[in-house]
């Protein structure tokens, strides 16, 4: 499929899909008059790396974690190394310091919300 089909079915703009291929973590075979031809698994790659960016994760520790996992269904390959389950048990521990920190701000707009509509900070 061109590079049009697939960011169609992906949501994701052709800037980000060059952008992915110049980091290494798509890649796409040439038409003869030189147009990008993508394999149908383009699409749940494309998915996997946008649910890594939301996590948070950067474009080389993706390179470093797609191939250990499956596209299609995001379960883990064989190839998953013990150095790789470090690097992402790191990965894990800041998206879990990030969630604590946005469930904090997220209770002091609560209790801005609440003082700002007249409420105590009780909920009274």
Not at 10 to 33: C, H, I
Not at 44 to 54: K, L
Not at 83 to 104: F, Q, Y
């Amino acid at each position: 499929m061109r590079i049009g089909e697939l960011a169609r079915r992906t949501g994701v703009s052709e800037r980000s899909l060059r952008y992915y291929e110049a980091q290494g973590l798509l890649t796409s075979d040439r038409t003869p008059g030189g147009h990008r031809d993508y394999a149908e698994g383009a699409v749940d790659r494309v998915i996997r790396i946008q649910e890594f960016y939301a996590a948070g994760i950067s474009s080389p520790k993706i390179a470093e974690l797609l191939p250990c996992v499956r596209d299609v269904d995001g379960a883990p390959s064989e190839i998953a190394t013990p150095r790789l389950v470090d690097d992402l048990s790191v990965e894990r521990d800041r998206i879990d310091r990030k969630i604590d920190e946005l469930r904090r701000s997220r209770e002091v707009l609560d209790d801005v919300i609440a003082t700002a509509a007249g409420e105590g900070t009780d909920g009274s």
